[in-house]
């Protein structure tokens, strides 16, 4: 139990990824404290991790509300204690060919995928200094590093996630805090069911593992790099994508 | 020397591990003391959590000497 004593946040906690991620580091024996963006959501995350036996329980945030990432964060801190490790997983996807793309396709993206990597962090960042030890991962994608037709909104926010993880990873490694991205190729989660089957077939063929990835198989990394062994990984990206692109 | 100062002192000493005769009025955290810029924020909040006051950025990037924030502390407890 590695993780014993301290306090993770997970964003987008409800399903699939951060679903995973929570219940991956509750087994390594963190408190977890999943987000989700509504009441059922967050009464969910509750009967999933009581039911695994892991202390913690889900809260609302909707990372875009102003100044709810302080209120949830605050009532962390005062109920359990300051996040030890954060986990940025809460994302959405607005697709659209750039010509079709509206102002408001774009803002929602940048507004949900990237601003709160932001502000979460800065909040969080500032007790982690203080306990010398902290582990910020962010979920960014594989579509951040190769880009896809159809994602420029998404494939900015996620190259943008990769570059806020390697700037604060610089700024904050002295005081004992990495900070890393994890990159999912094709998941089988709720964002991908939507896809239709052929693209689905033609997106496997450049899959060497010929599948799709199980969201067990990105909490996996995440939680390794939450690991006090993982302490000497910092500003890295770690890609989980069945071969599709290697570094 | 007053209570505000000694205590500034003080953590001025654990935050930067320097030794205490280093620690003049005017020594610059940085300059003098070896200080980074995030050893700076860290500082500041030191002091903030120990007087019980939010300094404003724009204020803590004025305090760079142990003087300074003596006067900015005594400035808001006054």
Known sequence: MSLQGKVALVTGATRGIGRAIALSLGEQGATVIGTATSENGAAAISEYLQSAGIQGKGMVLNVTQENAIDDVVTAIESE????????????????????????????DIINTNLTPI??????????????????????????????????????????????????LAREVGARGITVNSVAPGFIDTDMTSGLPEAHKTALLEQVPVKRLGEAEEIAAAVSFLASPLAGYITGETLHVNGGMYMN | MSDIEARVKEIVVEQLGVNADEVTADASFIDDLG???LDTVELVMALEEAFECEIPDEEAEKITTVKEAVAYINSVQS
Not at chain 1, 89 to 100: E, F, K, Q
Request: glycine share 8%; proline share 1%.
């Open chain 2, 35 to 37: 200080a980074d810029s």
């Open chain 1, 118 to 167: 932001f502000k979460l962090s800065k909040r969080c960042v500032r007790a982690m200094t203080k306990a010398r030890w902290g582990r910020i991962i962010n979920i960014t994608s594989v579509v951040g590093v190769m880009g896809n037709a159809g994602q420029t909104n998404y494939a900015a926010a996620k190259a943008g996630v990769i570059g806020f993880s390697k700037s």
């Open chain 1, 80 to 107: 359990f204690a300051a996040p030890d490790i954060l986990v940025n997983n809460a994302g959405i996807t607005r697709d659209n060919l750039l010509m079709r793309m509206k102002d408001e396709e774009w803002d």
